[in-house]
């Protein structure tokens, strides 16, 4: 399976942008990058997911690079509620449906 | 419609009990997966079950047992546990290659 690395923390104030960065240098072609979040110790909340175009939904921005090396999740307009630990998670192809948490970035969202 | 759900939320064993962790879906999906987390670390996989039927065995398997029952169910076995299987627990599922939901984990200490 394909590894991610992300900063192991991150600040943001309310009502801006959090721009969340994750590196997956040895995705393959068949593979997806997925982004969930978990708050608190809540079981972890699925945000977005892409192969290789841009996505966005009612949560959140996903930025793909063009070589698929490297994403950012993109939340427009944060809010104290979106502090929490954001995990970038590479998965499909032969994984199934598996998915490999690494120990994601802490997001914590100042007022 | 509740998702996920987990039974106990909470439990202590003493080491070397038996114990039967609970979880049922009601969103009609195909596979179901358990995870562990333990404190200050990402989710580990422990056993998949792809379709009713199969199961196979993911990054953490030893010690632990799972019955895929019914397409609803899917239950995870402690037969003798040890101090190391103190955790919290995720059940999830999920539509093939589809974004995974969570429940809500299963608090468990082993003394």
């Known amino acids: 399976d394909a590894k991610t690395t992300q900063p192991p923390s991150m600040d943001c104030a309310e009502g801006r942008a959090a721009n969340l960065p994750c590196n997956h240098s040895?995705?393959?072609?068949?593979?997806?990058v997925y982004w969930y979040r978990q708050i608190h110790s809540q079981g972890p909340q699925y945000i977005i997911h892409?192969?290789?175009n841009n996505e966005t939904n009612e949560m959140a921005s996903l930025i793909i690079t063009e070589d698929r090396k490297s994403s950012t999740l993109i939340l427009p307009h944060a809010t104290l509620r979106d502090t929490a630990v954001y995990y970038c998670?590479?998965?499909?192809?032969?994984?199934?449906?598996?998915?490999?948490f690494g120990q994601g970035t802490i997001l914590t969202v100042h007022p | 419609n509740a998702g996920v759900t987990q039974t106990p939320k909470f439990q202590v064993l003493k080491t070397g009990q038996s114990m039967t962790l609970q979880c049922a879906q009601d969103?009609?999906?195909?596979?179901m997966y358990w995870y562990r987390q333990d404190p200050g670390m990402g989710l580990r996989l422990i056993y998949y079950?792809?379709?009713?039927?199969?199961?196979d065995k993911g990054e953490v398997p030893n010690g632990y047992n799972v019955s895929r029952l019914n397409k609803r169910e899917f239950s995870l076995r402690l037969e003798s546990a040890a101090p190391s299987q103190t955790s919290v627990y995720f059940c999830?599922?999920?539509?093939?290659?589809?974004?995974?939901?969570f429940g809500d984990g299963t608090r468990l200490s082993i003394l």
């Open positions: 999830a599922s999920s539509l093939p290659l589809q974004p995974q939901h």
């Open positions: 040895t995705i393959s072609g068949n593979e997806y």
């Open positions: 892409g192969l290789k």
């Open positions: 998670i590479v998965a499909g192809g032969t994984s199934y449906g598996k998915l490999t």
């Open positions: 969103m009609n999906h195909n596979s």
């Open positions: 079950s792809a379709s009713e039927g199969t199961t």
